[in-house]
């Protein structure tokens, strides 16, 4: 009932997004431990969408987040029939903790209205929202600010007590106690009031072109953040138990199929939830039981408790939702990320203030995009290591990390750690050169150790053979060692390998036989059935 609120829909739409889901993602989940239902992110992403189209709580409103949850389960089904989830792992691990942070501030700055009995009107810009409850603190409502404040307090109290205390429940009951016996509502709390009995209708969801053209931004939010929070919240328990296996491609189909099932029968998008989750590791669930059994309490409470929900505060509502959304807010990977690798660092910090200032879709598409021109730099410019002897062995290392390693007079010997391609064989090219050019002394002899290159294209291939051709007339000789066996059997096919001047299985059999004769050695490439090549 919380999550609705947050995602701007009556509670009773929370409620409907706990019983047909859970049974449907129950049937299908890979997942013993992963619980599924309204959660945080997925209803303020829903909400800064959708509210830009209608007003939140509306008719209209309404129905665009229902059709939103059918569309993200036709696409997450889709991307699991085709096995594409891999392309959640675009959202890196600090963009993801940078908008989950700002999401938590988003979300604490959202409750402000109904956690301080405030008189402002929520807006989905996070800056207007902030200015608009300071602009209104004058007006705070005290008797529900200590609600509020009583209920936090509690939660975390029995929370410290044991996991296992179903706190929100105890709060909920405590707060309807209260409310009706000491009649808050003329107070001026404000009160949930009227929910609903019953179980949901069956409905056709709107599937007009028109819908599907304004959703489609909200929709694709959604389903990526979706992906990564779902898989990445199975992942982290299947690690833990070490029960049962989790696979990812199934599990958004099992997702997928839950949001379309329950979009027929009006359910808010639902999505893994960590604290649902945490309750079912914790009480060491084996099985996805639990969540029929939760379905089916649900169930109960709409044919006869809903109208006991009449006298719950909604602060006391915003106060769950304050809670649950603390953990969002990761400051101890900041922290990690800075004393570590301040690059992530730096693309946590932009993603947060991205989404804190431009807003929650913007704030995604920024960490996509700076996920992927990561992996495209990464890519494009590898490691070009330069390795030199320790004396005495036969071993071969890095000469800015090694003290002991030495320079071979005349050679300069360079480890590529990644595949050669199109995006970055200019780059290896380049740094070739630049190592050439470093070396005060003549270099006569350049040894590529493939060992690390693990696929090469056309486009490489051509490179390296300008590049042996370049070399040559130069007076260096090109060698290469350790290439495995793909990048070897491509080499062979393009009749590159035989025009290089030695191909050896190792660093030290080139420089043995290299330094061992004053004349340039043409030999075959070396048959890998008599070798111990990789």
Not at 49 to 76: D, H, K, M, R, W
Not at 253 to 263: E, M, T, Y
């Amino acid at each position: 009932m919380a999550y609705a609120l947050l995602a701007g829909m009556p509670p009773i739409y929370g409620l409907y997004a706990s019983l047909l889901p859970l049974v449907v993602y129950a049937l299908f989940a890979t997942s013993t431990k992963l619980s599924v239902g309204p959660v945080a992110v997925s209803a303020l992403l829903i909400l800064a969408g959708v509210s830009n189209l209608a007003e939140p709580g509306s008719e209209l409103y309404i129905s665009y987040v229902i059709t939103a949850g059918l569309l993200i389960g036709v696409f997450q089904l889709l991307l699991g029939f085709f096995r594409m989830g891999f392309l959640a792992n675009f959202l890196s691990h600090p963009v993801t903790a940078g908008f989950t942070s700002a999401a938590a501030i988003i979300i604490v700055i959202s409750q402000l209205k109904d956690a301080l009995g405030l008189q402002m009107t929520n807006c989905p810009d996070t800056v207007t929202n902030l200015l608009s409850a300071c602009g209104s603190l004058g007006s705070i409502h005290w008797i529900t600010t200590f609600i509020c404040l009583s209920a936090l307090a509690s939660l975390i109290i029995l929370k410290k007590i044991s996991k296992k205390i179903p706190g929100p429940l105890i709060v909920v009951v405590v707060g309807i106690l209260v409310s009706y016996f000491f009649n808050l509502e003329s107070k001026g709390v404000e009160l949930v009031r009227n929910i609903p009995k019953g179980l949901p209708a069956f409905i056709v969801p709107d599937f007009s072109l028109a819908t599907l053209k304004v959703l489609y931004p909200t929709v694709l939010t959604v389903t990526l953040i979706g992906i990564v929070e779902s898989i990445g919240i199975a992942k982290a328990l299947e690690a833990k138990h070490k029960d049962h296996s989790v696979n990812a491609d199934k599990e958004l189909i099992a997702l997928g199929l839950a949001k379309i099932s329950g979009s027929f029968f009006q359910a808010l998008p639902t999505s893994g939830s960590f604290s649902r989750s945490a309750i079912n590791s914790n009480s060491n669930s084996r099985t996805q039981l639990v969540s029929v059994i939760t379905a089916i309490m649900i169930a109960i409470t709409l044919l006869f408790l809903t109208s006991l929900f009449y006298y719950l505060p909604k602060t006391i509502l915003a106060a769950i939702i304050l809670l649950a959304v603390l953990s969002l807010f990761d400051y101890k990977e900041a922290r990690y990320l800075w004393e570590t690798n301040r690059n992530d660092f730096y693309m946590m910090a932009v993603t947060f203030i991205a989404t804190l200032i431009l807003g929650i879709e913007p704030g995604v598409i920024c960490g996509v995009i700076l996920s992927i021109l990561l992996v495209l730099y990464k890519s494009a410019n590898p490691t070009m290591a330069e390795l030199g002897n320790i004396s005495g062995t036969r071993y071969y290392k890095n000469l800015s990390r090694f003290d002991q390693a030495e320079e071979l007079p005349n050679t300069v010997i360079l480890r590529f750690e990644n595949q050669l391609f199109f995006g970055n064989s200019a780059y290896f090219k380049d740094s070739v050169y630049e190592k050439i050019a470093s070396h005060f002394e003549q270099v006569k002899y350049v040894i590529l150790d493939g060992t690390q290159i693990s696929d090469i294209d056309s486009t490489a291939m051509h490179m390296l053979q300008e590049l042996d051709e370049d070399l040559k007339k130069k007076g260096i000789e090109l060698h290469m060692c350790g290439a495995v066996g793909n990048v070897r059997d491509s080499l062979q096919k393009s009749g590159l390998l035989k025009e290089l001047d030695k191909h050896h299985v190792n660093v030290h059999a080139a420089v043995e036989l290299i330094h061992s004769s004053n004349s340039v050695i043409i030999c075959r490439p070396i048959d890998p059935l008599q070798t111990n090549v990789k």
